[in-house]
């Protein structure tokens, strides 16, 4: 099925481990787009690439890193995991420049940091 | 800076109800406004799209209206019905950016 495909759907991490969270599309979007979601809190934007070879820091960047491997993919990393992190994670993608198109969002990775 | 808001938090009402879940922002200068369904523990659907220069979009039992100018956006559901219980949330397109803004949501239950 067409869409995005974020790996893995859930997991639990201890205090300093590292990881990374994958997410691919496959409906040849340019943008991408990490997203956290906390109780209370809404959706925060975390990283976005706007366009391959492109990356920029949204309103939650601390703690985290990304990749925009190619067209298709865009990985969250976490460097040192904290308790602080625990979170539900959301990559969504967009063709941007067109005003008549909006997000497509995966399913999600719950995290837990112990 | 742009902040979305969504009132009420959560909503309660018995099936076949027509209810409206409200949405504001603070700037008026936005690319789109999209409606979003999520369901608990699942991602988020695309409900409604509503560009800038729109007034309102239908879908089904859904109709969303955008009013720019005094940064509103409503969701209206026709005849409400168990399987619409889900969170409600909005997210604006800030001109000249490629994010959403979010808002926090409305948690809608309907009864049967």
């Known amino acids: 099925n067409a869409g995005v495909t974020q790996t893995p759907k859930f997991q639990v991490l201890k205090t300093g481990q590292s990881m990374t969270l994958q997410c691919a599309q496959d409906m040849n979007h340019n943008s991408m787009y990490w997203y956290r979601q906390d109780p209370g809190m809404g959706l925060r934007l975390i990283y976005y690439?706007?366009?391959?070879?492109?990356?920029d820091k949204g309103e939650v960047p601390n703690g985290y890193n990304v990749s925009r491997l190619n067209k298709r993919e865009f990985s969250l990393r976490l460097e040192s995991a904290a308790p602080s992190q625990t979170s539900v994670y959301f990559c969504?993608?967009?063709?941007?420049?067109?005003?008549?198109?909006?997000?497509?969002f995966g399913s999600g990775t719950r995290l837990t940091v112990v | 800076k742009q902040e979305v808001t969504q009132i009420p938090a959560a909503l309660s009402v018995p099936e076949g109800e027509n209810l409206v879940l409200n949405c504001s922002f603070t700037?008026?200068?936005?690319?789109?406004l999209q409606w979003f369904r999520q369901d608990p523990g699942k991602g988020l659907t695309s409900l409604l799209l509503?560009?800038?220069?729109?007034r309102e979009q239908t879908s089904g039992r859904l109709n969303a209206s955008l009013d720019k100018s005094s940064g509103r956006s409503t969701l209206y559901i026709a005849a409400s019905q168990p399987g619409d219980s889900a969170t409600y949330l909005c997210a604006v397109s800030p001109s000249g950016t490629y994010k959403y803004i979010f808002g926090t949501g409305t948690r809608l239950k309907v009864l049967a």
């Open positions: 969504a993608s967009r063709v941007p420049g067109r005003r008549d198109y909006g997000y497509t």
């Open positions: 690439s706007a366009s391959e070879g492109t990356t």
């Open positions: 509503i560009q800038s220069s729109q």
């Open positions: 700037d008026s200068a936005i690319y789109n």
